[in-house]
């Protein structure tokens, strides 16, 4: 079986989801931290290095969406961007593919809205896999694990506008 992972790189509370090819919920996890600087990045890594090396060595992870950076962002965009290239190098080091998913592109695969508040993210997980989530880090990390496997695995039955998220980032657009 493959398996994928979603990554919301939040500074206060990363928050990583596992599907399976099928796009079945296996697990999530959400990292709080009141820690600062290297201490929090450190942190965070190995967290994210935790799941990566249980379900790469016991099941192989196919690939990884990552929820890229708000560009629009006025707090914190640099500790934002530490956070993002720590988890993008430890990805790259251990030859595990990503693909970077804009906050954009995660709203509305989910919604079908690119604009939709986080609230309504975590309203149309419930609604479109049954999945309840506490915290919107964990449903964002699971909205970007679904759209990476449908990246790889058969879209055929996506909707209108799930398909216009997965050919927007096939072509780089």
């Not at 992870?61 to 988890?87: H, W």
């Not at 039955?157 to 997965?166: D, M, N, P, T």
Request: with cysteine; glycine share 10%; charged share 30%.
């Amino acid at each position: 079986m493959k398996y994928y992972l979603g990554i919301d790189p939040s500074l206060t509370g990363c928050a990583v989801a596992i599907v399976g090819e099928k796009g079945e919920f296996i697990n999530s996890q959400r990292f709080s931290n009141k820690l600062r600087g290297m201490e929090r990045l450190i942190f965070i890594r190995n967290k994210v290095a935790e799941v990566l090396n249980d379900y790469n060595w016991r099941h192989g992870i196919k690939a990884v969406g990552i929820e890229g950076y708000a560009r629009g962002a006025m707090n914190r965009r640099e500790e934002a961007g530490e956070l993002g290239g720590t988890l993008r190098i430890l990805l790259f080091e251990n030859k595990i593919q990503y693909i970077d998913i804009a906050p954009s592109q995660i709203k509305k695969f989910a919604t079908g809205k690119g604009n939709a508040q986080k609230d309504h993210v975590l309203l149309a997980v419930y609604k479109k896999w049954g999945i309840e989530f506490k915290t919107n880090d964990e449903a964002d990390a699971f909205v970007a694990a679904q759209v990476v496997r449908a990246m790889f695995e058969d879209a055929d039955g996506a909707l209108v506008y799930e398909k216009e998220v997965l050919k927007k980032l096939k072509t780089g657009a």
